[in-house]
């Protein structure tokens, strides 16, 4: 039997339990077609918290301004 990454060894299964079929070993995907999609969205997400950000800057600026404004 052919050892198999990530698995138990089962070469000495046939001692046990007579003849032994190997199962087709499935190979892993290759690429991942949601991680284009998830990092278009992280992307999209990372600015508009730049913008958030930018308008509390704004807003605490302003704030602020009319805290120390005499009156």
């Known amino acids: 039997m052919q050892r198999q990454p990530?698995?138990?060894e089962a070469r000495w299964s046939h001692?046990?339990?007579g003849a032994v079929?190997?199962?087709?070993?499935?190979?892993?995907?290759?690429a991942n077609?949601?991680?284009p999609a998830i990092s278009q969205q992280i992307?999209?997400?990372a600015q508009q918290l730049?913008?958030?950000?930018?308008?509390?800057r704004?807003?605490?600026?302003r704030v602020d301004t009319l805290e120390n404004r005499p009156e």
């Open 6 to 8: 990530g698995s138990r």
């Open 15 to 17: 001692l046990l339990c």
């Open 21 to 30: 079929t190997e199962a087709p070993v499935a190979s892993p995907p290759l």
């Open 33 to 35: 077609p949601v991680a």
């Open 43 to 45: 992307a999209a997400l």
């Open 50 to 56: 730049a913008e958030l950000e930018q308008t509390v």
């Open 58 to 61: 704004t807003l605490q600026q």
